[in-house]
């Protein structure tokens, strides 16, 4: 019901701010038919990396990604996006496959698989990602694609704000059969008070089986040519205290140096600090008790990098990065998830 109110009051302003529907309303798709492409937009992303794991003393070549999508509109307020990895981590996915309406300027909707619209930095492709690996937040604690329908609106205020949010399954992307009989639901609120600042709110309820998760999430950063600097919380929770509240926080900041001879463009300094506590995935349980077990343990991180850059267009770097761990003595690391030296080439095309 609040989703048809959202759809219903935002076409009815639009119709009302944009003037009239028979003439003004024909110009415009006169004018959008003339200049719309309907050719499919290819596009890719290779990641390729060395890593040397120093307790271990041991190395390894991984391809971490290897996308290909492809993005286009079929009419005038119709577009598309499929994108499949033929190599995360070895293995082929599906990562996303929508149908966007525009219903107005302001108003959009969508349905298929996506990435859920929740945090800053889940929601980075891995060639916009600013250190070869992930935070915490972007990988266990608030990675979440999955199947539904999205509403986003801008507002028309002087502010620019842009509110969107959506209803999914809640089973994640490797089960759309599954019926539900619980609504899980996802929204995010985004405010950008001034040129480069960006302030992002979100909240999360998902169920994949019979436990809920409830998340929230509020960050920050501001950029401009020389600086990003980013920081972000998430609190997520679990109902009947089936497992203890889990809390994670991502900060970074990078230093970009223009670069006028050689291969490379760009030079950027990185530095990030990340943590999460205890961590369950809602669904793996322990055979005796039945009660859910901590699936990624509790660590904090400091990483440190530089990063070349081959070309700003094409989001095109390599990435060199040093990640330091830190873990309580009741935690159990794993072995990805140790001291490491990495070395990282990224190719957009």
């Not at 509790?298 to 070349?308: K, S």
Request: a neutral charge; hydrophobic letters at 35%.
């Amino acid at each position: 019901m609040f989703l048809l109110s959202m759809v219903l009051t935002a076409i009815g302003a639009s119709a009302q701010q944009e003037a009239g529907p028979n003439e003004d309303g024909k110009k415009l798709e006169k004018e959008v038919m003339e200049t719309k492409d309907y050719m499919p937009e290819i596009h890719g992303t290779i990641r390729a990396k060395y890593e040397y794991q120093t307790e271990m003393g041991a190395g390894r070549f991984e391809v971490r990604n290897a996308r290909f999508g492809a993005t286009g509109n079929v009419l005038p307020n119709v577009s598309y996006k499929v994108e499949v990895d033929l190599s995360e981590e070895g293995a082929i996915k599906m990562k996303d496959a929508y149908a966007r309406l525009f219903l107005s300027k302001r108003l959009t909707a969508t349905a298929g698989q996506m990435r859920v619209p929740f945090t800053i930095d889940a929601h980075r492709a891995p060639h916009m990602q600013h250190f070869a690996n992930r935070s915490f937040i972007a990988k266990q604690v608030g990675n979440v694609r999955d199947v539904g329908f999205t509403l986003a609106y801008k507002l028309p205020t002087d502010l620019p704000i842009t509110l969107e949010g959506g209803l999914f399954n809640g089973a994640g992307i490797n089960d759309h059969k599954q019926w539900q009989k619980e609504l899980n639901y996802s929204a995010k609120a985004q405010l950008f008070p001034a040129k480069g600042l960006n302030l992002t709110m979100g909240v999360q309820k998902i169920q994949p089986v019979e436990v809920t998760m409830n998340a929230y999430d509020i960050g920050a950063y501001y950029e401009n040519k020389r600086f990003h600097i980013e920081a972000e919380y998430m609190h997520k929770s679990y109902s009947d205290n089936a497992f203890k509240d889990v809390h994670a926080i991502n900060a970074f900041a990078c230093y970009n140096v223009p670069l006028r001879k050689g291969p490379f463009q760009e030079m950027s300094f990185r530095l990030r600090y990340d943590m999460m506590t205890d961590l369950s995935d809602a669904k793996t349980t322990d055979e005796e008790s039945g009660a859910l077990i901590i699936t990624d343990y509790e660590r904090q991180r400091l990483t440190g990098g530089i990063n070349f850059s081959l070309s700003k267009q094409f989001h095109t770097e390599l990435r060199l990065n040093y990640e330091k761990y830190f873990y309580p003595s009741n935690s159990i690391a794993k072995e990805s998830e140790q001291d490491k030296v990495v070395l990282e080439l990224v190719v957009r095309f």
